[in-house]
């Protein structure tokens, strides 16, 4: 902040000796004076002089700037607000998050030029990442209510995938196609009913039949991720006696058939977990998990 004040130590710097000496010019020196980030005082004619020290702190600053570093950020240095590694910290991360957004779009634009043009209005569904997710997030936390908001918040940090911010065109196009899913009421409601089997009745403490049929999952999860063929065996025999014991009934040969008949719109869901299986690679999704289950089932069943 400009001081004003009688000054006459002959160990002020003059603006043009402190531009002479930094190598700043002199309206640069102003616009830095007139932003508050050097100190400076007036002599009774009015100039402008400086401490010596002004050398040092105007050459930081000048260092920082060519770093990209905003004015901002600058004055918190100079006034001790914040250190230099937290700044440059804070610049980079905001550089990465630019860059991701340039990625992000380049990948979309991509992805617009593989597709069917009937695609256009599929893909601008996932313009905005953070909408996107947040789509498949409220999709899920209905489907898993009652469980804990932990648990679904583990559950969707597992099973809906996000495309890296320079994924390939068709991961974009099977990531927009997943955003449209959940957008049907159709697949909500068969989603809904086939997790719970809801066409067997009775179910006593649902909270307890997810949880039970979340474990069930991943018990059957490594012999998905081996590539082995749905078959009965004590992972089944656990999904069943999840269900079984929610109904406050015993796990025999006529309840199976029963789970059975009412797993036929499993079907409906295959598709959603395919995209997801696009999205996610080789990991085992809990709808993969789920669905080699059902499979294992109907092997299980005369």
Do not use: K
Not at 96 to 106: C, I, K, P, T, Y
Not at 165 to 192: K, N, Q, W
Not at 253 to 281: I, S, V
């Amino acid at each position: 902040m400009e001081v004003p004040a009688i000054v006459t130590d002959s160990t002020r710097l003059t603006i043009g000796e402190l531009a002479t000496r930094t190598g700043v010019a002199v309206r640069t020196i102003r616009f830095y004076c007139d932003e508050g980030l050097l100190d400076v005082q007036r002599t009774s004619a009015g100039h402008r002089v400086f401490d010596p020290s002004a050398a040092e702190r105007l050459m930081l600053l000048r260092r920082l700037r060519s770093f990209g570093i905003g004015l901002v950020a600058i004055g918190d240095v100079l006034a001790g607000a914040r250190s230099i590694e937290e700044v440059i910290a804070a610049e980079r991360a905001a550089l990465d998050h630019e860059l991701d957004a340039l990625s992000r779009r380049r990948s979309l634009l991509r992805a617009v030029e593989h597709c069917a043009p009937d695609s256009l209005n599929l893909l601008a569904a996932v313009t905005d990442p953070q909408a996107a997710r947040d789509a498949l997030g409220r999709f899920w936390r209905r489907q898993l209510t009652p469980l804990p908001t932990a648990v679904i918040d583990d559950f969707i940090d597992m099973n809906v995938p996000e495309p890296a911010a320079d994924a390939r065109p068709e991961h974009l196009i099977a990531y927009a196609e997943l955003v449209a899913t959940v957008t049907d009421p159709a697949l909500s409601a068969a989603m809904f009913d086939t997790i719970r089997h809801r066409g067997t009745p009775g179910i006593r403490d649902e909270r307890r039949l997810l949880a039970e049929v979340a474990d069930a999952c991943l018990s059957a999860a490594p012999l998905v991720a081996a590539g082995r063929a749905p078959t009965p065996g004590a992972e089944l025999d656990h999904y069943v006696d999840a269900h079984a014991t929610a109904r406050g009934l015993a796990d025999t040969p006529a309840f199976r058939r029963q789970l059975l008949a009412d797993a036929e719109g499993a079907d409906q869901l295959r598709r959603y977990w395919r995209l997801t299986a696009t999205l996610t690679g080789e990991m085992v999704t809990s709808g993969a998990a789920h669905l080699w289950l059902f499979d294992a089932l109907a092997a299980s069943t005369p």
